[in-house]
């Protein structure tokens, strides 16, 4: 018992209402009050959102040996943290009641850091826009009904450019062009520079005519350098509507 008590993770026992029956104190941290006698006070729907621990309920219940389920759990204090909860199932042998028994992990930080990592790992150093590994989470995302739209646009003359002038200052233009495109866009457009001086937007959710209609709303006189675009988007399943005319 009292190398329970000095684990990290959180051990916990509750019933089928809801009912936190034990507990040691790294649990209590996780859930942000300060004793038993307080959480007795509280159901687990308190922390955790009721579907969510009705799922793993029957989860548990339907396989009948551990399960991990990542979860979101809502501290008393309303700041909601990341974990991990390892369970089973088990009867009380004086009542034959069900019960659960696990562990739980407060795996916060770690979720942060692979998103950070995550993030990075698709993000342009330069512009900070999304780079070409991006594509490779997008189109999973693609069903065979869905309306999708791109915007292919090429700086004008960047090559001669960045010769004439140098990197540092071609650097600059690319990261310009971006801020400029991404000010344009709403936060789920994607902006992905393709590359050199080629960046890609994506429109999810848009058909052919949405999509010309944004690609014809770009304002080139705000632009910090002159552009060429193209663009493409699906008029309906298994058509695509196209228009490479160059726009200066």
Same mark, same amino acid.
Request: include cysteine; glycine fraction near 6%; charge should be neutral.
């Given at each position: 018992?009292?190398?329970?008590?000095?684990? +990290?993770? %959180?051990?916990?026992?509750?019933?089928?209402?809801?009912?936190?029956?034990? $507990? &040691? *104190?790294?649990?209590? /941290?996780? =859930?942000?009050?300060?004793?038993?006698?307080?959480?007795?006070?509280?159901?687990?729907?308190?922390?955790?959102?009721?579907?969510?621990?009705?799922?793993?309920?029957?989860?548990?219940?339907?396989?009948?040996?551990?399960?991990?389920?990542?979860?979101?759990?809502?501290? +008393?204090? %309303?700041?909601?943290?990341?974990?991990?909860?390892?369970?089973?199932?088990? $009867? &009380? *042998?004086?009542?034959? /009641?069900? =019960?659960?028994?696990?562990?739980?992990?407060?795996?916060?930080?770690?979720?942060?850091?692979?998103?950070?990592?995550?993030?990075?790992?698709?993000?342009?150093?330069?512009?900070?826009?999304?780079?070409?590994?991006?594509?490779?989470?997008?189109?999973?995302?693609?069903?065979?009904?869905?309306?999708?739209?791109?915007?292919?646009?090429?700086?004008?003359?960047?090559?001669?450019?960045?010769?004439?002038?140098?990197?540092?200052?071609?650097?600059?233009?690319?990261?310009?062009?971006?801020?400029?495109?991404?000010?344009?866009?709403?936060?789920?457009?994607?902006?992905?520079?393709?590359?050199?001086?080629?960046?890609?937007?994506?429109?999810?959710?848009?058909?052919?005519?949405?999509?010309?209609?944004?690609?014809?709303?770009?304002?080139?006189?705000?632009?910090?350098?002159?552009?060429?675009?193209?663009?493409?988007?699906?008029?309906?399943?298994?058509?695509?509507?196209?228009?490479?005319?160059?726009?200066?």
């Amino acid at each position: 018992m009292t190398l329970v008590q000095r684990l +990290k993770e %959180g051990i916990y026992i509750s019933n089928r209402e809801g009912e936190i029956l034990d $507990a &040691n *104190p790294a649990f209590l /941290e996780i =859930l942000g009050v300060r004793s038993l006698e307080e959480l007795r006070r509280y159901r687990a729907t308190d922390f955790l959102d009721p579907e969510v621990r009705k799922w793993e309920l029957n989860v548990l219940e339907r396989d009948g040996f551990i399960r991990e389920f990542e979860l979101q759990i809502k501290r +008393k204090d %309303g700041k909601t943290r990341t974990a991990l909860d390892s369970a089973y199932v088990v $009867a &009380n *042998p004086k009542t034959d /009641e069900v =019960l659960y028994k696990g562990i739980l992990v407060d795996i916060t930080e770690r979720k942060r850091l692979e998103n950070q990592l995550r993030e990075q790992s698709i993000r342009d150093p330069l512009t900070g826009c999304f780079n070409r590994r991006y594509l490779q989470l997008f189109e999973p995302t693609l069903e065979p009904t869905s309306r999708w739209g791109c915007i292919m646009i090429d700086v004008d003359r960047f090559k001669q450019y960045n010769d004439h002038h140098g990197h540092r200052a071609g650097d600059e233009v690319l990261v310009r062009m971006s801020r400029f495109l991404m000010r344009q866009m709403r936060a789920e457009e994607a902006v992905v520079r393709m590359g050199g001086d080629e960046f890609l937007v994506l429109l999810n959710n848009s058909d052919a005519q949405r999509t010309e209609s944004i690609a014809k709303r770009l304002p080139a006189s705000e632009a910090p350098v002159p552009f060429t675009l193209g663009w493409a988007g699906a008029r309906s399943a298994g058509k695509i509507g196209e228009d490479h005319q160059p726009r200066r």
